[in-house]
């Protein structure tokens, strides 16, 4: 790619010229003529693919820090991102203007310059793949507007050191004999604990022993002592189990008891919907808040519903100072699941080529109420209803409160039409919901949690939705009659039994009692199959006992609110959940008949278990009823 054809696909924008008058006075038209921009464009073959390679490189930050830029500073201030850097004595102050990009395909950043070298920069990647599958071309664009004689003389001196570095860098990215793409390296100082601090986590893993693996334990810590300030900023614990091969469940639980230990701290993050950034970093669940804001996505949103909460660890202080370091915005790897973001200007059209995955995405408009939904659909989908080859979508379609959707054939091609008076960033974004988040739904279902964090209790009045959950509750049967024939010594005994049985198994596959209430254990598991093996469990410790039991197994929607006992759960799925227990006779293990047929609790009870008792359970507030399924262990054979 030459320069002449980048300026003919890119070319310099009348608006740049006139943007921020009254901060930059000599972007007047008079002296845009007299001020040539300095540009360069450099290609650069790669031994990675186009996927690959964008994986490595949109992550500008790393990249930067890769080049031996200095470390820069950002403040978020009314939703404009502001940043600050010093290089090589030049203090440079700067408006970040919104990234663009498109996925695997090019990035562009801006900025606006206030003091430093220059008045304005535009930066561009354009990725291609090259001749095989295997490798690709990245072509790399600088454009600047110096700020006068001085600032042109270093930056000319500054693009030719900095072509250097990036030849040198792109040529050590490659395939690893493993198969995956090498990473751009770290130049950061080599981090060791100091002495007081190995002997206070000697300490700890002294007080954990037996609650704690202690294998377990010395990989967290090592792998505190040997990560990056970036990846300890948020100690996400998915991603730790991930990295250290570890089940989840258990990084989980080990995290919870370092906290408690003075090794970590716990943060319950507030997460836009839309960008995905954390709002507020908040130290206790109390401090939830019913809504709140994005300013840069310019959005209102409700901080209880189930995707705006993570909860993430931190490393305590007197274990490893942890400073988050910036060496660019790097919007990009910041919002992976952001696959296009692009500014079109007023009364103005772009259109690009979209070659998504064939799949369900959401578009949108930063500021606008109304997002559509896009349905990808491959070449091969020509039996569905007739797809466009070409969508058109206009602002103004996106100002509408009521939601619609469109499909587009990929690969297609797609026009963003920007009828207004003003600038409008248009977004595409994954809709899938993310796996790789600690939610308030599954730390709720930890009895570690529980235990360890009993203080923990949501505002009063507040209501958090934690989405689907597996419920269980038990309930002794005739318990009345227990104390009057056996007395309240003997009774309670065995309904301390009843306790003891069903806090045990609800732990051991991974669940956790939400309170007891009278001689009833109401707990909550993590799937559906935990939640029948363990119902499975209980019943069957009691079969050749003169206690018995009943268990009602529920799953749906459910809120978590804040009650005399604590973190309680609250909703139809719960009510639901009661009455079905009370439906139910001495021994029999119940639930909806819909929940009976699904194929991953049949697989565990149809070995284990009697013949399903199908029956009808009314409401008086209702015409419809529910059919629920009642079975029973199978007693185990003799000899």
């Known amino acids: 790619m030459k320069l002449n054809e980048l300026l003919e696909r890119y070319p310099w924008s009348e608006e740049w010229k006139r943007h921020h008058p009254k901060r930059l006075e000599h972007w007047k038209p008079e002296l845009w003529k007299r001020t040539r921009p300095l540009e360069n464009l450099w290609s650069f073959r790669v031994d990675l693919s186009v996927d690959d390679l964008w994986s490595q490189i949109s992550d500008t930050s790393k990249t930067n820090r890769a080049l031996g830029l200095p470390e820069m500073s950002f403040v978020e201030e009314d939703g404009v991102l502001f940043g600050r850097s010093n290089n090589a004595g030049w203090v440079m102050e700067w408006e970040d203007i919104p990234w663009e990009w498109l996925y695997g395909k090019e990035l562009s950043n801006a900025r ?115 990560s990056s300030e970036d990846e300890l900023d948020r100690i996400r614990p998915y991603t730790v189990a991930e990295r250290l091969h570890s089940p989840p469940d258990a990084i989980v639980r080990a995290m919870l008891h370092l906290t408690r230990q003075g090794a970590l701290t716990l943060s319950w993050d507030v997460i836009c919907p839309h960008c995905r950034g954390v709002r507020q970093s908040l130290p206790a669940l109390g401090d939830i808040p019913e809504q709140a804001s994005c300013d840069v996505c310019v959005i209102d949103f409700d901080a ?67 997002t559509i939904t896009l349905q990808a659909e491959g070449a091969d989908a020509a039996a569905l209803d007739p797809i466009e080859a070409e969508v058109r979508v206009d602002i103004a379609s996106l100002k509408e409160q009521t939601n619609g959707g469109l499909t587009v054939r990929v690969p297609g091609r797609l026009s963003l039409v920007n009828s207004s008076k003003r600038r409008q960033v248009f977004v595409i974004d994954r809709v899938d919901e993310r796996d790789d988040i600690l939610r308030p739904a599954a730390l709720f279902r930890y009895q570690d949690f529980r235990d360890l964090f009993s203080e923990e209790a949501l505002k009063p009045g507040l209501q958090l939705d934690i ?173």
């Open 304 to 370: 209880t519903s189930y995707d705006a909460l993570e909860i993430t660890f931190h490393l305590h202080p007197s274990i490893r100072t942890v400073q988050k370091r910036f060496y660019c915005s790097a919007e990009p790897a910041r919002k992976p699941h952001i696959l296009l973001q692009t500014t079109v200007a007023p009364a103005e059209q772009k259109t690009m080529e979209l070659n998504l995955s064939p799949a369900r995405y959401r578009m949108r408009g930063i500021g606008l109420p109304k």
């Open 467 to 639: 989405g689907t959950q597996y419920l269980l509750m038990t309930d002794l049967v005739g318990s009345t009659r227990l104390y009057d024939t056996q007395g309240d010594a003997a009774a309670f005994r065995s309904v301390k039994q009843h306790f003891e049985v069903g806090f045990a198994e609800v732990k051991k596959n991974g669940g956790a009692v939400v309170k007891t209430i009278g001689d009833a254990v109401f707990a909550v598991l993590p799937s559906a199959t935990a939640l029948v093996t363990t119902a499975l469990a209980i019943q069957k410790a009691f079969q050749n006992q003169p206690l018995k039991l009943r268990i009602a197994l529920q799953s749906g929607p459910v809120l978590a609110v804040n009650l005399n006992t604590g973190i309680d759960y609250f909703g139809n799925t719960v009510n639901l959940l009661a009455k079905l227990e009370g439906a139910l006779e001495s021994g029999e293990i119940g639930m909806p008949a819909s929940m009976y047929e699904s194929p991953e609790i049949r697989r565990v009870l149809d070995d284990q278990t009697t013949a399903p008792t199908f029956r009808e359970l009314r409401f008086s507030w209702k015409q419809e009823g529910l059919r629920i399924a009642a079975v029973r262990p199978l007693l185990p054979m003799n000899g």
């Open 112 to 226: 606006i310059y206030s003091r430093g070298p220059a008045s304005f920069v535009r930066a561009r990647y354009l990725i291609e793949e090259a001749d095989t599958a295997s490798s690709s071309m990245l072509h790399i664009y600088f454009g600047w507007i110096p700020r006068n004689l001085t600032g042109r003389l270093f930056l000319k001196l500054g693009m030719l050191a900095m072509k250097s570095r990036y030849a040198a860098l792109l040529s050590n990215l490659k395939k690893t004999e493993q198969g995956s793409a090498s990473s751009l390296p770290s130049p950061t100082a080599e981090f060791r604990f100091e002495d007081t601090v190995r002997s206070r986590i000697e300490n700890i893993k002294k007080r954990l022993a037996g609650i704690v693996p202690s294998t377990l334990l010395n990989d967290l810590f090592h792998y505190f002592e040997e």
